[in-house]
């Protein structure tokens, strides 16, 4: 099963306005990342987020965690035309095998911003 | 820098026709390497990860097959595709875990 689903899965703002999607999750992790998708295109790592922090800021982002809650949000402020793109969050859930597990990623959430 | 290569960008093969998609990695050492599929509006699926020469986990048993056959190449191959191998396969590397991971540009595969 999906272990981050992100929300909403579709957001539509006005540029200028904040965007904040969110993410949960199920297991416990050792961190959470944030990536962004231009259509048709790979991802581009955002910003990684340990489990022993709450907060952390790059340029524009702002991401959060509680772990109590199994959650995470990703806040982009003062939007551009240009932040246009999927968001996905991705964890790398603690399996008991241990190794080099690839992360798990949400579904997405898909964000427009008009103009 | 570290750069990651994808090809092709694009590929559209029969049903019953042989896949070959090939991931390198320029400018580090020992990555651990990853290929992903995505479905149309849909989150990314792990199908293989790699952290050595020959060392291959499967995450998801279906027809496609992974070998890494160098240390900085990642190759993703099918016998025979099938319809619903159809989707936007991404190649990855990463230092571990604990770190970002950095992606390819993605190939768009349609069996048809």
């Known amino acids: 099963s999906q272990q981050g689903e992100e929300d909403p899965q579709a957001l539509s703002i006005q540029e200028g306005e904040n965007a904040t999607m969110n993410c949960s999750y199920k297991?416990?992790?050792?961190?959470l990342q944030w990536y962004r998708q231009n259509s048709g295109r790979g991802l581009v790592h955002l910003i990684l987020?340990?489990?022993?922090?709450r907060e952390k800021h790059s340029g524009r982002l702002r991401v959060t965690l509680d772990t109590s809650k199994k959650s995470s949000s990703l806040l982009i402020t003062a939007s551009r035309a240009a932040d246009t793109a999927s968001y996905f969050c991705a964890t790398d859930a603690i399996h008991s095998g241990g190794g080099a597990d690839g992360l798990t990623f949400g579904k997405g959430t898909h964000l427009i911003i008009q103009p | 820098s570290q750069t990651i290569h994808q090809w092709p960008a694009t590929l559209v093969q029969p049903v019953g026709s042989p896949l070959s998609l090939e991931c390198t990695v320029e400018g580090t050492s020992n990555p651990n390497l990853y290929w992903y599929r995505q479905a149309a509006g849909r989150g990314l699926q792990l199908l293989f990860y790699?952290?050595?020469?020959?060392?291959i986990s499967s995450e998801v048993p279906q027809n496609l097959s992974a070998s890494r056959p160098q240390d900085r190449q990642f190759i993703l191959s099918s016998k025979k595709l099938l319809l619903s191998d159809s989707g936007f396969y991404l190649c990855?590397?990463?230092?571990?875990?604990?770190?970002?991971?950095?992606f390819g540009s993605g190939t768009r595969l349609t069996v048809v």
């Open positions: 990855a590397w990463s230092v571990g875990l604990r770190y970002g991971y950095t």
């Open positions: 790699s952290v050595g020469i020959g060392q």
């Open positions: 987020i340990r489990s022993n922090e």
């Open positions: 297991t416990s992790i050792n961190n």
